[in-house]
């Protein structure tokens, strides 16, 4: 995901519009940009909630981009945003 450029609004309401889709119960939920061979199941949505949540989180006990990277990439190691330019354009 690319969140470099959000702010704590735009990611609430990227939360709120997660939210009514998981609302609608769906069977299948395709993520736009994904890991090849990755499930297309429903809990791709709460997954993706929760690093928008860690993402607000962790930038406020980081001081910078790197320490942000860092922290995210350890806590999602097997996610396909993996590489810095894709997540904060560097």
Do not use: C
Not at 7 to 20: G, K, Q, V, Y
Not at 24 to 46: Q, R, S, W
Not at 61 to 80: C, G, H, N, Q
């Amino acid at each position: 995901m690319f969140v470099d450029a959000t702010t704590p609004e735009s990611r609430n309401e990227w939360i709120a519009a997660l939210d009514r889709l998981a609302a609608l119960n769906p069977k299948t939920a395709v993520a736009g940009h994904k890991k090849p061979g990755a499930p297309d199941g429903p809990e791709i949505i709460d997954a993706t909630k929760r690093y928008l949540v860690d993402f607000g989180r962790v930038q406020e006990e980081t001081s910078s981009d790197r320490e942000l990277y860092d922290a995210m990439a350890k806590l999602y190691p097997d996610w396909v945003s993996q590489q810095a330019w894709l997540m904060f354009g560097l």
